[in-house]
């Protein structure tokens, strides 16, 4: 059984910085694809952003330019770098994981931006 574990949330002040992480049970070569979602409070969970086994990667246009995801395979994780966050990037953050038309979900990080 795939597990995905996220860490790395919490509360941080407007234009602060957290890196979210995502280890997998597993090593993540196994995965074609690895992202983040994220679902705010009354709002449906939505696509953040996604990597693949050779590290091309895909944003939602809202996104580009204060996140960044990548892959430590070594340690089998991904991560989230979100840089100068905004009360909107309230959230919790979800990995995913994709292979052979399975989806895997972990069970998210709080991320709360408020001064």
């Known amino acids: 059984q795939v597990q995905l574990v996220e860490s790395g949330g919490g509360l941080v002040q407007p234009g602060g910085s957290l890196r979210l992480s995502c280890a997998a049970s597993e090593s993540i070569f196994k995965f074609n694809v690895m992202g983040w979602y994220r679902q705010a409070p009354g709002k449906e969970r939505e696509f953040v952003a996604i990597?693949?086994?050779?590290?091309?990667?895909n944003y939602a246009d809202s996104m580009k330019g204060r996140f960044t995801i990548s892959r430590d395979n070594a340690k089998n994780t991904v991560h989230l770098q979100v840089d100068n966050l905004k009360p909107e990037d309230t959230a919790v953050y979800y990995c995913?994981?994709?292979?052979?038309?399975?989806?895997?979900w972990g069970q998210g990080t709080q991320v709360t931006v408020s001064s």
């Open positions: 995913n994981a994709q292979k052979y038309g399975s989806q895997y």
């Open positions: 990597i693949t086994t050779l590290g091309n990667t």
